[in-house]
């Protein structure tokens, strides 16, 4: 009974971690490319701490630059990046919640539209709904949603566990 236990709470923990990082192919099917619709594909994502962002895309024809702020990102500023890729596969963890800005390091194709701007949720502490008052973020409305999608998944998950261990009682 006691092993029995101990086995679904692992189960859970698994569930849980499953639901909490996610790597997130930038741009979907289309991947890392100018014709991309990166803000819409963007606007359907949730971004939290953990997850990771992959950029594919045709090695030599593009790249891929993170900037370090809003001003830069508007205007294509790619003198000063934080840091630059350009393996067809790079692959960014988001460490830490925020914004983060990318750019193509292509001449040009960063006016074309090719960046992106990716904002992350502090996704990780989920005791702590309140406190964390991310001031003017407009991801803080998403942010509670996605807390309450984890505690739903947790709470189902305790369920099946709890319905488990009922029948190996009975
Ligand atoms: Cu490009």
């Not at 923990?13 to 963007?42: N, P, R, Y």
């Not at 949720?121 to 807390?147: I, K, L, R, V």
Request: with cysteine; charged share 15%; glycine share 10%.
């Amino acid at each position: 009974m006691e092993h029995r236990v101990w086995l679904v709470l692992v189960f859970v923990a698994l569930i849980t971690k499953e639901a909490m990082a996610a790597q997130h192919v930038v741009g979907g099917s289309q991947g890392w490319e100018e014709s991309t619709d990166f803000s819409s594909w963007a606007s359907g994502q949730k971004f939290k701490v953990g997850d990771q962002l992959v950029f594919k895309y045709a090695s030599g024809l593009h790249s891929v630059v993170e900037l370090g702020g809003e001003s830069a990102y508007k205007s294509c500023d790619l003198g000063t990046p934080l840091n630059s890729m350009n393996t067809g596969n790079d692959v960014v963890k988001l460490s830490k919640p925020g914004t983060h800005y990318f750019a193509c390091g292509t001449l040009g194709h960063c006016g074309q539209g090719m960046k992106v701007k990716i904002t992350v949720e502090s996704g990780t502490a989920p005791s702590t709904p309140e406190s964390s008052s991310s001031s003017s973020s407009p991801a803080a409305s998403s942010a509670s949603t996605m807390h309450k999608s984890s505690a739903a998944l947790v709470l189902l998950a305790a369920l099946v566990a709890a319905s488990l261990i009922n029948i190996n009682v009975m």
